[in-house]
């Protein structure tokens, strides 16, 4: 059995802002190791349902061992992004709650021929399901210099990003880029030794280029709208959120939502960041 060691963060937390009724249906729609689904579907009767959605594999392979010994479960290979479609699918329409951890998770950090992590050597991949064909190597690779800065500064809020996109032209001139250390050695040649002491001089680039292979932010808005239309008259959803972009997108869809007086008579939403 694959290691999938991942501590599920604000666990207690997410459980009591669902308010789990024993006969509902939930959504896990960033299943993960399971750490966040087994206490959902350790409170549900037979009759309930929990549906957990992810779109690595590996997350779905430890997940349905873990999970085994309960068979009202439905394991979906999908993405979030797609949970209107997902349920309409399955003929759900309503929800009793839905639950989604963002970001990357330990395990896809710590796995070294995965490619997220700066401090592991490994080829450039960084992709959450590896049946989609982009990669960190094809951004890192291919894209146009203007491009490679705007990502690094958006997505990774890094102001050397017009630097560090230079760097990354140059060396790529000389040879494809194809491993994490190449790319970590080129970053440091663009960043300042000075400020160096802020953190590691890759963090935010990787991060960055991670954002834009698993296409993190850009349907994130559109999510929390679907996600809040996929919920029953008095339905909860938990959203926890790891930086700025998340929490920035998140919380315009919250604000949208509630805004609308039939929304707050329906939902009762509940900030998790």
């Known amino acids: 059995m694959l ?17 789990i009724s024993p006969d509902g249906i939930y959504v896990d729609g960033t299943l993960g190791g399971a750490g966040h689904s087994k206490e959902i579907v350790k409170r549900l009767s037979p009759k309930g349902m929990l549906i957990g959605i992810d779109r690595d594999t590996d997350a779905l392979e ?13 394991y979906i290979h999908g993405n979030h992004d797609d949970i209107k479609q997902i349920l309409d ?11 989604l951890d963002l970001g990357v998770s330990s395990y896809q950090i710590d796995t070294q021929e995965r490619g997220f992590s700066y401090m592991l050597d490994s080829n450039l991949d ?12 094809d951004v890192v690779n291919t894209y146009k210099e203007e491009e490679l800065a705007r990502i690094i500064y958006e997505y990774g809020e890094e ?14 001139k000389q040879k494809e880029i194809q491993t ?55 339905g909860r959803l938990c959203i926890i959120t790891f930086h700025s972009l998340e929490d920035r997108a998140v919380k315009k869809a919250y604000t949208e939502a509630t805004r609308k007086m039939y929304m707050s008579k329906r939902f009762t939403i509940l900030r998790m960041w």
């Open 62 to 74: 430890v997940a349905k061992n873990r999970l085994q010994e309960y068979k009202n479960v439905k």
């Open 159 to 172: 102001k050397f990003s017009r630097q560090i996109a230079k760097k990354i032209i140059e060396a790529r």
């Open 3 to 19: 290691e999938f060691n991942h501590k599920p963060v604000l666990l207690e937390e997410c459980i009591q802002g669902l308010n």
């Open 89 to 99: 699918d399955l003929e759900i329409h309503e929800v009793n709650g839905i639950l």
């Open 180 to 234: 994490t250390k190449e790319l970590v050695d080129i970053i440091k040649k663009a960043v300042p030794y000075y400020d160096k002491k802020a953190g590691h001089p890759a963090k935010r680039t990787f991060q960055a280029i991670r954002i834009e292979v698993n296409n993190e932010i850009e349907p994130l808005y559109n999510t929390v709208k679907n996600a809040i239309q996929s919920l029953k008259a008095g």
């Open 126 to 137: 960084m992709r959450m399901d590896q049946m989609q064909e982009l990669t960190a190597k």
